[in-house]
């Protein structure tokens, strides 16, 4: 019994001392603090990492698949140009004309491995025993009218080109440009392609202002990842606006203002200092942490700095006593809600997505140094500062009448709040298992990126952006020149070309049927796969012994010729949609041929539309970890076996409200949103700490009732619990106008669960206390006696 | 000898440097590895050719290869498949040109017809490995424009432009021996971006009649893949004796049963 006790005198001495020691030696600690700041922060680097891989970690086993794929066939990253002709009409000689020089020009983009246009196609003709393998429109200036409508009727009919690399009614024809990142450093890998590309691009228009231009693909998706961490980042410029008006708003206080501002500041910068020790490539997820800090850190020296000023204000006490007594009952409370606090961020290394991994774990760093800066920086600080005292200030009553109004509205009514609240809670769980997971990946960025604005253009006018990949194997060396798996590739094309979700289709089979064709005088009936494989084998050879540079078949067959690669390019459908789709595609192959035919469907699309799946497994039990963790520090600082399990009911709900009012707002969930419920957790445990702390000592300390210890509770931490409320509110709601889906979608979550929170904590909380108490009365007055509270203020 | 000749005009390159432009001096080497390598007639040889992929797949194919030599034109040159099985017998005959584009035929057994290829198109990869098949088609020295680099020990490097504006390449850089009949030892390809593709090196070479150089592995490695290939050859025949009559649509069709 005395143990705790004596815990308690020791932490509240601990604290004191700590206090008493910062203001004696208040120059040596500023400097040392600031010291360590410049020091951590020397070693800062900020560098982006845009490369989409970064969403998967080494075992993903999507991007296994994939990376599988692409290394039996090329690695390609590619950039789209689509080209929109004013006119209408791709197919004139001035167009032609500027089409080509854009080729020619496209196969200097740095790492550039193929340029696919559709003046380049390789068009395959025969005449006699002659087999023309030619450039569909070379040296276009020289081209006569008939020519050129020649032309345009072979583009038109050419099922390679149709959907891909042009539409059907020629007005939009895209030039499709592979590269071979080295993959050694995306960081200038990425930029250094997208430079070229646009500087290409405004030569591009400016010589021919007959195209509307828009651009697309994984290089400018990769682009498009490292310019929202960039402008994520930016972000934190609002967001430190919000924190000097909140604080001066909340402190009235210029010095208390600045001393904030520098607690943060330093915070941030030894976290920056993290991610260049650690040697972390900042992304969009992770790129936020300086504003997720601000928000989180802020509210450690507002509690410590109101308290302060309240003391001064209020009690009248001296400038160095008040920061003394402020320490005392604040040092315990920012200890644990710290503490709370990276453990939630630390859970999210628990999820299958290491950029979460990284905003985790800087945040978590940040908000321990923040805790640290907190406890002495600040004090040190507002140690040196004079304290303007000021009248005591009236008109603070009608706001403690508030809070004792809402105390007293729960408390005539607990029952009936109780009932109400867990049937408002069970029914937005229940909504929330209605959200379905969505992650396309173009749909991250809103409509204020161009990307997002142009890959719109690309989807409506031309092809699909999404895909799906198999690779289709014929189980010998040579095989895929046997009729028989032909056969089966060339229903496969068929069956793919079918689906509503297909806007185009790219197999060897058509490869086949276009030489078997050209190998009998271009009679329209051979237009399908041979029929003998030393036939199908010769024509192969003949055919790629006629490709010139890098327009071979090597990207959709492997060296052995037992495998070949299938792309079908698809619609703009939800993740659902996708995976539902490649099922039936690989169901089918299992279903109409052979085992060596089965195939997995693979693609970036692929890879992204079951992140959310797989971050959702994987953060289960770092969620249930981080639950039982913050139980634990709560059970152990409230000294309370029974509240510590009854706080899980306020600490949960918020997140099932959240979740259950999103499925009203958008219904469809991302990546980012996976990781919030540790995170919130971490962040709304603060209210329920101090709410039913304050009950506890109005219970144990002061004798009251339950009703009375509700309505002390509302009276002392209601307007803390509000302030910090806001505070939080704001900077989730600055990252919420990120033009990023995976940190605007969990940013919007996390302000409707920490709003929720407040409103949890205010109605149900204190309406469970005093049901609970009712029930043990007996045994509450037992510890009574002996509890000795320190989560104080 | 007609090598000391050679050496001696090198020689002389070499003290006269000052004089001679890098273009001259780079032409001048090229010849001379052309003249190095004058009169062997004729040859037949089988090679191995490996094509590996980044994880080290393999994949083989076998190849017999007849060479015509001819001065006022380009060489003549007859490759026959031998394996894999389903292209056994494809057989292709190819005259090179010292100007203009090459001719190319290919013979198909299975419907035993002789087509002509279209060879605007010698960029693309032969077979699917990484040489193409204007590497591995007659290096006639009109095919390039030349720069002499520099002289690295007994190396000479000299760059070389390619005239045809369908080649896949910008420049090679290609190293001789100037104490081994100028021999090849090493080429490097860029491609149309100027950037390092592939790297052909030579090795296991052996002297044939006294005279002419012949190596019996040639390694082709693609940095941007990093893909490989190898050819494997088998010694040369120098004593067929070969004829133009053996060069013919008709041996084509012959060399392929």
């Known amino acids: ?793 | 000898m007609r090598k000391s000749i050679f050496i001696s005009i090198a020689l002389l390159g070499t003290i006269m440097g000052k004089a001679q432009t890098p273009e001259e001096r780079g032409l001048q080497i090229a010849k001379a590895a052309e003249e190095a390598d004058l009169g062997f007639g004729s040859s037949i040889v089988e090679l191995k050719m490996t094509l590996k992929n980044k994880n080290g797949q393999t994949s083989e194919r076998f190849l017999v290869t007849r060479t015509l030599e001819l001065t006022e034109d380009g060489d003549k040159s007859l490759i026959v498949f031998g394996s894999p099985k389903d292209v056994k017998g494809t057989a292709t005959l190819t005259f090179t040109h010292k100007v203009g584009s090459d001719d190319q035929w290919l013979y198909l057994p299975s419907i035993k017809r002789v087509k002509r290829i279209s060879s605007n198109n010698k960029s693309g990869p032969f077979v699917g490995s990484e040489f193409a098949y204007e590497d591995l088609s007659s290096q006639e020295v009109e095919k390039y424009t030349y720069k002499f680099l520099e002289t690295k020990g007994s190396l000479l490097l000299v760059e070389q432009d390619p005239v045809d504006p369908k080649s896949g390449y910008t420049r090679r850089i290609v190293s001789y021996n100037k104490d081994k009949g100028y021999r090849i030892e090493k080429v490097e390809f860029y491609d149309r971006k100027n950037a390092l593709l592939k790297t052909l090196t030579y090795t296991d070479y052996k002297l044939y009649k006294n005279k002419f150089w012949r190596a019996g592995t040639f390694t082709m490695v693609n940095h941007q893949s990093n893909k490989e290939t190898l050819l494997k050859f088998s010694d040369y025949n120098f004593e067929a004796d070969l004829s133009e009559d053996d060069f013919s649509q008709v041996a084509l069709q012959r060399a392929g049963n």
């Not at chain 1, 203001?23 to 700041?37: E, M, R, S």
């Not at chain 1, 060339?490 to 070309?497: K, P």
């Not at chain 1, 399908?528 to 024509?539: L, S, T």
């Not at chain 1, 910090?724 to 990252?735: E, H, K, P, R, Y």
Request: charged share 20%; aromatic share 10%.
């Open chain 1, 1 to 793: 019994m005395n143990a705790i006790k004596k815990a308690g005198d020791f932490t509240n001495n601990f604290a004191k001392n700590w206090a008493k020691f910062v203001i004696k030696y208040k120059w040596p600690v500023l400097i040392g603090t600031l010291l360590l700041a410049l020091g951590l922060g020397s070693q800062g680097k900020m560098e982006f990492d845009g490369d989409y891989h970064v969403f998967f970690s080494k075992s993903n086993p999507e991007l296994e698949a994939f990376d599988a794929l692409q290394e039996k066939y090329t690695k390609d990253d590619n950039i789209v140009i689509v080209l929109a002709p004013k006119n209408g009409n791709v197919f004139t000689r001035e167009n032609l004309v500027a089409i080509e020089e854009l080729t020619e020009q496209a196969w200097n983009t740095p790492y550039s491995s193929r340029v696919d246009a559709v003046t380049n196609f390789q068009h395959t003709s025969a005449d006699g025993d002659d087999l023309y393998v030619d450039d569909l429109s070379y040296e276009s200036i020289n081209k006569t009218d008939a020519e050129i409508l020649e032309i345009r009727e072979k583009a038109l009919k050419e099922p390679l080109l149709v959907h891909r690399i042009i539409n059907e009614e020629g007005s939009v024809t895209a030039i499709n440009v592979t590269v071979r990142l080295p993959g050694v450093d995306s960081a200038t890998e990425i930029p250094e392609v997208t430079i070229a590309t646009r500087n290409m691009v405004s030569e591009f228009q400016e010589k021919h202002p007959q195209f509307d231009v828009y651009t697309t693909g994984l290089v400018p998706l990769n682009t498009a990842f490292f310019e929202a961490s960039q402008s994520d980042l930016g972000l934190i410029g609002i967001m430190l606006i919000i924190v000097i008006l909140v604080t001066l708003v909340l402190t009235r206080n210029f010095f208390a203002t600045f001393s904030t501002l520098v607690v943060v500041l330093f915070s941030i910068i030894s976290a920056v200092g993290f991610v260049g020790i650690m040697g972390i490539k900042l992304t969009p997820p992770s790129a936020v942490f300086p504003t997720m800090i601000m928000t989180l850190a802020v509210a450690d020296s507002i509690h410590i700095l109101i308290t302060m000023l309240q003391k001064v204000r209020k009690d009248g006490l001296g400038k160095r006593e008040a920061l003394v007594e402020s320490m005392r009952l604040n040092f315990m409370p920012v200890f644990i809600t710290s503490l709370t606090t990276v453990i939630g961020f630390l859970t999210m290394n628990f999820g299958d997505v290491p950029p979460f991994w990284h905003l985790g774990n800087i945040t978590a760093f940040g908000m321990t140094m923040a805790f640290l800066y907190s406890t002495t920086t600040l004090p040190a600080l507002m140690a040196i500062f004079p304290i303007w005292k000021r009248k005591t200030v009236a008109g603070k009553l009608p706001k403690i009448g508030l809070y004792h109004k809402m105390g007293l509205f729960v408390t005539r009514q607990p029952v009936r709040l109780t009932f109400i609240s867990l049937a408002i809670i069970g029914g937005l769980a229940y909504l929330a298992t209605l959200n379905v997971f969505n992650d396309e990946f173009v749909e991250y960025f809103d409509d204020s990126v161009q990307f997002r604005r142009d890959s719109d253009f690309i989807n409506d006018n031309l092809t699909g952006f999404y895909n799906v990949e198999f690779s289709v194997g014929s189980g010998e060396s040579g095989g895929i020149n046997n009729p028989e798996y032909l056969e089966n590739l060339n229903a496969f094309e068929d069956w793919l070309n079918n689906q509503s979700e297909v806007v185009h289709v790219n197999a060897f089979s058509e490869v086949a049927r276009r030489v078997n064709r050209s190998m009998h005088g271009d009679d329209p009936s051979y237009y399908q796969v041979p029929n003998n494989r030393e036939e199908a084998a010769q024509y192969l050879l003949l055919y790629e012994l006629s490709l010139p540079f890098g327009l071979d078949l090597n990207n959709q067959i492997n060296v052995d010729k037992s495998e070949t690669r299938v792309t079908a390019t698809l619609k703009n459908i939800s993740s659902a949609e996708m995976i539902a789709f490649s099922s039936r595609a690989e169901q089918w192959l299992r279903d109409h041929t052979d085992q060596p035919m089965h195939s997995i469907g693979v693609s970036p699309t692929m890879m992204f539309s079951k992140l959310g799946f797989r971050q959702a497994d994987s953060m289960f039990k770092g969620n249930i970890i981080a639950l039982i963790l913050i139980s634990l520090v709560l059970m152990l600082a409230l000294r309370n076996f029974k509240l510590g399990l009854l706080s899980i009911i306020p600490n949960v709900a918020p997140v099932l409200v959240g979740f259950g009012i999103w499925a009203l707002y958008k219904g469809q969930i991302n990546t980012g949103m996976v990781i919030v419920f540790g995170m919130t957790l971490g962040i709304i445990v603060d209210d329920t700490v101090h709410f039913m702390s304050k009950f506890l000592r109005a219970r144990r300390e002061l004798g009251y009732d339950a009703k009375q210890a509700v309505i002390y509770a509302f009276e002392t931490v209601g307007r803390a619990l509000v302030t910090t409320t806001i505070v939080l509110l704001a900077g989730f709601a600055v990252l919420s106008t990120s033009s990023f889906a995976l940190n605007s979608y969990m940013a919007r979550i996390t302000v409707i669960i920490i709003l929720s929170a407040l409103i949890i904590d205010f109605i149900l909380l204190p309406s469970l206390l005093i049901l609970i108490s009712r029930k043990s009365e007996a045994t509450e007055e037992v510890q009574e006696l002996q509890a000795q509270v320190q989560l104080d203020k």
